[in-house]
T-cell receptor, first 109, second 114 residues
Framework: GQNIDQPTEMTATEGAIVQINCTYQTSGFNGLFWYQQHAGEAPTFLSYNVLDGLEEKGRFSSFLSRSKGYSYLLLKELQMKDSASYLCAVTSGGGKLIFGQGTELSVKP | SAVISQKPSRDICQRGTSLTIQCQVDSQVTMMFWYRQQPGQSLTLIATANQGSEATYESGFVIDKFPISRPNLTFSTLTVSNMSPEDSSIYLC???????????FGSGTQLSVL
C-alpha cells in the first residue's frame, strides 16, 4: 500500500526554526517533493529530493533518507507569511504524485 | 516554470448538473494531470490526461463521472458529471515541467454543489 505520514499541525514563533517531518511507505520511489499551500491557493513547489542528503535553498532546506523512508523540511528565520499548509509528496515516476495529508503550520509573533 | 490558466476559478452548481473545467498552459507539455482536493484534505490524483487518447484514471475514478479531453499539448478539460454535494472540492490541473521533475499547479477551481 501507499502511506505518507506527516503531523497534522505545528505552531512556531516568528524568527525561530521549525522542522516538519514526513515518513513514507510506497510501492515505488523516484523522489520526494515538498509543496507550500496557502489557504485558498494552489500548491507551490518548494523542493525535490532524489538522493539522500540535505538540499538547501535560502531559508528552506529539505532532507531525505531513502533507506529510512524519511524526509524533513526545515524552515529557518520564520516569517508570518510562512503560515501555510506544507505537503509532502512521493513520486514513483511518470509525473504522478502521492500526497500526504499536509501539515498546517501557524507562525505566531 | 509553466503558466497554467484554469477556469472557472469557482462555481456553485445544482445537484445533477455537470461542470466543465478548462486548463490552458502557455507552452507545450507532455504530461497533464487532474487532482481533487476535498475540504480539509490533501490532493488526490484523478487521472492523467493523455493527448490524443483516453485519459488514464486512478482507482476510484471513472470516465463516466469525470470525462477528460486533451485535444493538444497545451489544453485539457475535466467534466464533473451528474454532480452531488460529495463532489464539492477544489479541482486542480497540473503539468510536469520541462525537466520532467517538478509538478506545477493551476490556480484551481473551487466547486460547491448544492
Amino acid at each position: 500500500g501507499q502511506n505518507i505520514d506527516q503531523p497534522t499541525e505545528m505552531t512556531a514563533t516568528e524568527g525561530a526554526i521549525v522542522q516538519i517531518n514526513c515518513t513514507y511507505q510506497t510501492s515505488g520511489f523516484n523522489g520526494l517533493f515538498w509543496y507550500q499551500q496557502h489557504a485558498g491557493e494552489a500548491p507551490t513547489f518548494l523542493s525535490y529530493n532524489v538522493l539522500d542528503g540535505l538540499e538547501e535553498k535560502g531559508r528552506f532546506s529539505s532532507f531525505l533518507s531513502r533507506s529510512k523512508g524519511y524526509s524533513y523540511l526545515l524552515l529557518k528565520e520564520l516569517q508570518m507569511k510562512d503560515s501555510a499548509s506544507y505537503l509532502c509528496a512521493v513520486t514513483s515516476g511518470g509525473g504522478k504524485l502521492i500526497f500526504g495529508q499536509g501539515t498546517e503550520l501557524s507562525v505566531k509573533p | 516554470s509553466a503558466v497554467i490558466s484554469q477556469k472557472p476559478s469557482r462555481d456553485i452548481c445544482q445537484r445533477g448538473t455537470s461542470l466543465t473545467i478548462q486548463c490552458q498552459v502557455d507552452s507545450q507539455v507532455t504530461m497533464m494531470f487532474w487532482y481533487r482536493q476535498q475540504p480539509g484534505q490533501s490532493l488526490t490524483l484523478i487521472a492523467t490526461a493523455n493527448q490524443g487518447s483516453e485519459a488514464t484514471y486512478e482507482s476510484g475514478f471513472v470516465i463516466d463521472k469525470f470525462p477528460i479531453s486533451r485535444p493538444n499539448l497545451t489544453f485539457s478539460t475535466l467534466t464533473v458529471s451528474n454532480m452531488s454535494p460529495e463532489d464539492s472540492s477544489i479541482y486542480l490541473c497540473s503539468v510536469l515541467g520541462r525537466s520532467n521533475e517538478k509538478l506545477f499547479f493551476g490556480s484551481g477551481t473551487q466547486l460547491s454543489v448544492l
